[in-house]
């Protein structure tokens, strides 16, 4: 069956520089969502989005954008990155009560 | 959402069923729990979820009490490869703006299964 996919699946990238993440979320699942996980630290929500429009917001820094495209594909933009920003980045997707999650993107920030 | 207590760690031997215990004394009517795990860095995955009546699936039982304060999610014959982080997550269906909210983690219960 057809899974959340997340590209790339690692990036490693300079202080204060730009990274997108993207996310392709399981075919007609309308609902979109993205974490952020720090090292040893457990999953946190930071936004989501329902039919390209956003939904639900957590703790996503202001340096941190996200949208979502009229094929449901969603990018997560992060600028001005910082040490503090590594972590493992997840995408899920959603048609109802169940969320299925991808397999991650690895930020590490040098 | 409601807040969720759960204990830091478990263990279980490989092939013995696996409870895994939950309290959430503060959840209201309209909300659900559900169950996740994380197996080490991959993406969380879905268990089982439930409102008040008893669930079942090819993964696991959840088991709600009836104050629906506690529930407990039981893996039946515990493998190797069930050792993870088992998420015990309060959620209302609530949709603000259209689509659910997101899931709030807390610490979890890492479970061991020992050979």
């Known amino acids: 069956a057809a899974g959340v996919i997340q590209s790339p699946r690692h990036l490693i990238k300079e202080k204060r520089e730009t990274a997108t993440l993207k996310c392709y979320p399981i075919p007609r699942h309308d609902t979109v969502y993205w974490y952020q996980q720090g090292p040893g630290q457990d999953p946190q929500f930071l936004i989501s989005f329902y039919e390209k429009m956003q939904s639900d917001k957590g703790s996503i820094p202001d340096r941190f954008s996200a949208q979502q495209f009229s094929d449901y594909h969603s990018e997560l933009n992060m600028s001005s990155l910082e040490l503090g920003d590594s972590a493992l980045y997840f995408c899920?997707?959603?048609?109802?009560?169940?969320?299925?999650f991808g397999q991650g993107t690895r930020l590490t920030v040098v | 959402d409601a807040k969720t207590t759960q204990p830091t760690s478990m263990d279980c031997a490989e092939g013995r069923a696996a409870n895994l215990p939950c309290n959430h004394s503060t959840i209201s009517g309209n909300e659900y729990v559900y169950w996740y795990r994380q197996i080490h860095s991959q993406g969380p995955q879905y268990i089982i979820h439930g409102l008040k009546n008893n669930e079942t699936n090819e993964m696991a039982s959840l088991i709600i009490t009836e104050d629906r304060k506690s529930s407990t999610l039981i893996l039946p014959h515990a493998t190797l490869r069930d050792t993870a982080v088992y998420y015990c997550i309060v959620r209302g269906y609530l949709y603000s703006g259209g689509g659910a909210d997101g899931l709030t983690f807390g610490k979890g219960t890492h479970l061991i299964i020992q050979p």
């Open positions: 899920a997707s959603s048609p109802d009560l169940q969320t299925f």
